[in-house]
């Protein structure tokens, strides 16, 4: 029969095993990653998307993969001279009956304020504008 030194020593070592475990095929399969629609690849959080800003009173095409994330200015004036900003929010993400979203998002351009943009896009195709991320903005 055991003493209870050692069952604790034996259950310590399997602890340890299990966590090795763990950790052993975190490394292997590349860590945690987002599962969530609109979720991005390591290749993409890299990079800096471009987004155009358009004005007026016609809205522009949805935002298709690989091109420019197309956005409707809604309030705010993006100044002439910003080319990089930080997205601050995204809201209202739900897909309307054809599966498109219109994301509210707000933005903070490099010199200060913010602007409040729509993002028409289909989210199983073109991720979501995400909080904190590193933007290259142009007018359209």
Known sequence: ????????????????????????????????????????TAAENDQIRTVAVFSGAAEPAPSSPGSLVRVQLERGQLPDDVSHGIVATDQNCEPDAQGMSHCLNRIRPAGGGSIEVRHN????????????????????
Request: hydrophobic fraction near 40%; glycine fraction near 12%; aromatic fraction near 4%.
């Open 1 to 40: 029969m055991m003493n209870s030194k050692a069952k604790y020593g034996t259950a310590l070592i399997g602890a340890v095993a299990n966590f090795g475990l763990l950790v052993a095929l975190l490394v292997i399969s590349g860590g945690p990653s987002e599962s969530n629609t609109g979720s991005r």
């Open 121 to 140: 896009h289909d989210m199983s195709r073109v991720a979501c504008l995400r909080p904190g991320e590193k933007v290259e903005l142009q007018k359209a």
